[in-house]
């Protein structure tokens, strides 16, 4: 996002970490003179979630829960997973077990298997639910303090937001996975720990993506007028959510992704990357 007020320098807010790894370019606008800019976190990062975050998880799903089962924070995770399946059966939507209760097995190894099912389930279902992101998150931060993951950020993402800082711009994330998620990516980033370029942290906690009353909400955290922010995403969905919202809103275009209609072509400002993106009027 990139704001300014009267009197007062531009501001940025990225959001989800995941659009942070691609560069960007503004395709018909090559300035931006609003306030801030949000960078969304799908298109960016994408590479890492697709090729190393998730396939992590996969891998070693069973594992972590064998070894963490009987810890506070694992059946807190577990407890979660319950009650988002409890919720999707009262609104009629479809899940893959009816059941999932530590302490409703006698026989641990099957009680993991079902959480094992579950938790892949809403992966391949492409479910960003907080139970399964708070999972994931667990999982991402003991992997990244034993080195065996680390996050990628694409080589112009530091030097763009760098120069946007130094143009008086904050940076704020918004991301379907969890804040604590985010903060390991950057944290433990194959550039080190980058955390430093990041005023702030969104996740699904403060509503969905595809709700505009969470760009809303986001505004108002950030103590600044949806019209003052630019949205930065490669889901049109998305971006129509941040501009009912009132929103200034760019959709990233970027090899893999689903193909834009030529009126979403023609409707939205295309991104490509980073580096390419110009703030005018900045202190």
Known sequence: MLRQDVGRPYQMAAFESVRLSYPVRIERAREYRGGQLMACKEAPLAGTNKDILFPYIKDHLEEYLSAHW??????????LLKKQVEEDLRLHRACAQHSLDQSGHTDEEKAIR???DNVL?????DRKSTALKQLQGHMWRAAYAAGRIKGEVYQDVVPSIRRWRRQGLKVYIYSSGSVEAQKLLFGYSVEGDVLDLFDGHFDTNIGTKVESKSYVRIAERMGCPPEEIMFLTDVTREAKAAE??????????????MELTEEERSHYNLITTFSQLEVMGSA
């Open 70 to 79: 009987e810890e506070d924070e694992c059946k807190q995770d577990v407890h």
């Open 114 to 116: 079902e959480v094992v």
């Open 244 to 257: 009912d919202a009132g929103m200034n809103v760019a959709v990233v275009v970027r090899p893999g992704n």
């Open 121 to 125: 389930w809403q992966m391949a279902s």
